[in-house]
């Protein structure tokens, strides 16, 4: 009876681990990611005043897009639909039904770096559950790019940078941190947390899932699309004054 006992507290203690291990894991990823805008460059300095002065009408075309980043490309259009007399959404210059006056093509780029301090936070953070209450960092670079071309085939490019501090805890990082709990049991498993924060440090998020929550942030998002329109407005603005 004793002999039967003992063999079952290493069982039990090693499923409590596992319950407790999955519990914080899912507290960590259930924190939606929190976005900090940093800094940017390029695109038009002092106040935006809306709408501008034209001199006629403005019909714009907007070029779908093409860099995998649909829903922040999203955030830009629907910015764009503020000050235009017309905005032609996914305009193909082939398949064009009605004339416009200026071509946009919008092109984002999404490149992350991690934080040399998110291998601590995972090993040995994990025994104290630091992935949950103190998220990993990133910090992410988002370039837009944007080629506004008028009716006379003359190409302006615009360059517009924005950077990013991103703290979130990934779900593959937590369940691979919180394993490391059951190395009281099984002193192997120590290896996962050492693993999972080392690829922690020296890998960023996924791109474009960044991209995904960049759009759907309701202050930052707005932000960054409202930036790149103004910067077309701006540009526009700048060359009908020499008409």
Not at 8 to 22: N, Q
Not at 49 to 71: I, Q, S
Not at 161 to 169: E, G, I, K, N
Not at 219 to 232: M, W
Request: charged share 20%.
């Amino acid at each position: 009876m004793v002999i039967a006992m003992t063999g079952l507290a290493p069982t039990r203690l090693l499923a409590a681990l596992a319950a407790l291990a999955l519990a914080g894991a899912g507290g960590g990823c259930s924190l939606p990611p929190r976005l900090e805008h940093v800094a940017h460059e390029g695109g038009a300095p002092g106040r935006t005043a809306e709408p501008f002065d034209w001199p006629r009408p403005v019909r714009v075309g907007v070029k779908p897009d093409g860099g995998g980043h649909g829903r922040l490309h999203r955030r830009v259009v629907g910015a764009l639909h503020e000050g235009f007399d017309r905005l032609v959404v996914d305009y193909r210059r082939s398949r064009a039904t009605e004339p416009v006056d200026y071509v946009v093509d919008v092109d984002i780029t999404v490149h992350g770096e991690p934080h040399g301090t998110n291998f601590l936070v995972v090993f040995p953070g994990f025994a104290i559950f630091m992935p949950t209450w103190f998220p990993l960092r990133y910090d992410y670079t988002v370039t837009t790019t944007v080629d506004l071309t008028g009716a006379g085939g003359r190409t302006r490019t615009l360059t517009l940078t924005d950077r990013f501090l991103l703290r979130y805890t990934p779900v593959g990082v937590s369940v691979g941190a919180y394993i490391g709990l059951g190395s009281i049991v099984f002193p192997p498993l120590l290896l996962s947390p050492l693993v999972t924060g080392g690829v922690a440090a020296l890998e960023e998020w996924d791109p474009h899932a960044f991209s995904l929550a960049l759009s759907r942030d309701p202050e930052a998002g707005r932000r960054y699309g409202s930036r790149v329109a103004q910067a077309v407005r701006h540009a526009i603005d700048a060359d009908l004054r020499f008409e």
